[in-house]
């Protein structure tokens, strides 16, 4: 769907501002809360973990080492495919400052995406150049470790653009 874009479109598409209607779409079925700076608001390994909408906070999306991924200013949101496919969480997200955000349920954005349309046009797309990127990014990071000769895992071999390093042990 994105693998002819480049970087610059790609994150474009990702980071795409939220139309009124869908806010307020995504407010009628979510809690807007407060957060205070530094607050953990979803983690690593989280099964069930909402889209979070930042309304007046700024949100750090941090990997497992605390390498910052994206910052989230006021008007844009987090999530990607792994959200409705009820996945787990690849990263932390935690508001550096304080504000308000709203937080919809992934069971919500699973209906929503399905029976509205406005809604599913904006996130669908956003959540899938996501996922691209991430893609992207882990792709360069793959190493295979094992005895030289020993077979690799049925179908790796057939993964399309799939590059590997290899360390003979």
Do not use: W
């Not at 700076?37 to 941090?62: F, K, N």
């Not at 987090?78 to 992934?106: I, M, N, S």
């Not at 792709?139 to 895992?153: K, M, S």
């Amino acid at each position: 769907m994105f693998e002819d874009l480049n970087y610059e479109e790609l994150k474009r598409r990702a980071n795409s501002r939220l139309p009124d209607r869908v806010i307020a779409t995504l407010e009628a079925h979510g809690e807007r809360r407060s957060v205070a700076g530094g607050e953990t608001l979803y983690r690593v390994e989280d099964r069930q973990y909402p889209l979070v909408y930042a309304i007046s906070a700024t949100l750090q999306i941090r990997d497992p080492d605390g390498m910052v991924l994206g910052v989230m200013e006021p008007g844009q949101f987090t999530g990607e495919l792994a959200l409705l496919f009820g996945q787990t969480a690849f990263a932390d997200c935690v508001a550096v400052t304080p504000g308000e955000v709203l937080l919809v349920a992934p069971q919500t954005i699973a209906e929503l995406v399905q029976v509205d349309p406005e809604v599913s046009d904006v996130l669908l797309p956003a959540f899938a150049a996501r996922r691209l990127l991430l893609m992207q990014r882990q792709q360069g990071t793959l190493t295979l470790v094992g005895h030289e000769g020993a077979t690799l895992c049925s179908g790796c071999s057939s993964m399309p653009n799939a590059t590997a390093s290899r360390i003979a042990g």
